[in-house]
């Protein structure tokens, strides 16, 4: 089985911290993901990447950046956390570079994140 | 812009009767659409798949209807079990493309007793 696992289920931070997510996977996928889940908003793609070292720009990527230094690791960064930053972030992994019939992502459990 | 939309931020329906989960798009690029399942404290999980040179794929009490004409999908439970309680997201993207999903705001079914 596919397992994505994210550093820390909770976590509470100070308005300015830097915040680090860490996401790592055991199964050599390409694609890494980073999404925000907030009500009534559904999942939002921060960022992703396709291999190490590459990253693009999701659909709400202001306030963070990612880095991959690793094909396994996946690290979000909240450079100055604010309060509208607190929310349940996701990582996942696919495995083909191409959206493709039968892709699908696989999901570690979250962090939630509360920004004070 | 929501691209994937879904409409229905709950639904209640009785167990063994059928669950009706609706998303529309508006993306004509979109071609593969994927239905997730979240319990709380967990993260998603993949429940079932259509392209669109299907109209229908089944799996189990799963089924997945897609009308592209209308843009619509729906994602059929027969019968509704008590396990089923969870938020249901649909997800889309073109295929031949960077592998990314636009996911809809999520359908909060509860089956109950």
């Known amino acids: 089985d596919v397992k994505v696992t994210q550093s820390s289920r909770y976590l509470v931070k100070r308005t300015g911290e830097k915040v680090f997510l860490e996401c790592v996977q055991d199964?050599?996928?390409?694609?890494m993901f980073w999404y925000r889940q907030d009500p009534g908003l559904g999942l939002r793609l921060i960022y992703f990447?396709?291999?190490?070292?590459?990253?693009e720009k999701g659909d709400i990527p202001e306030g963070y950046s990612v880095s991959r230094e690793k094909k396994e690791r996946f690290s979000l960064i909240l450079e100055s956390a604010s309060t509208n930053q607190t929310s349940m972030y996701l990582c996942?992994?696919?495995?083909?570079?191409?959206?493709?019939?039968?892709?699908?992502?696989?999901f570690g459990p979250g962090t939630r994140l509360l920004v004070l | 812009d929501q691209q994937v939309k879904q409409n229905s931020p709950s639904l209640s329906v009785q167990e063994g009767r059928i669950s009706i989960l609706n998303c529309d798009y508006t993306?004509?690029?979109?071609?593969?659409f994927l239905w997730y399942k979240k319990y709380p404290a967990e993260g998603p999980t993949f429940l079932i798949s259509?392209?669109?040179?299907?109209d229908k794929n089944e799996d189990g009490r799963f089924t997945v209807f897609l009308n592209k004409s209308a843009k619509h999908l729906s994602l059929h439970i027969v019968p509704s079990q008590p396990g089923d309680s969870a938020v249901y997201f649909c997800a889309a993207t073109p295929t031949g493309t960077a592998s990314k999903l636009t996911f809809g705001t999520g359908t909060r079914l509860q089956v109950t007793l």
């Open positions: 996942a992994s696919s495995l083909w570079p191409v959206a493709g019939e039968g892709e699908t992502q696989y």
């Open positions: 199964m050599d996928h390409e694609n």
């Open positions: 993306n004509s690029m979109f071609d593969y």
């Open positions: 990447s396709y291999d190490v070292k590459m990253k």
């Open positions: 259509i392209s669109s040179i299907k």
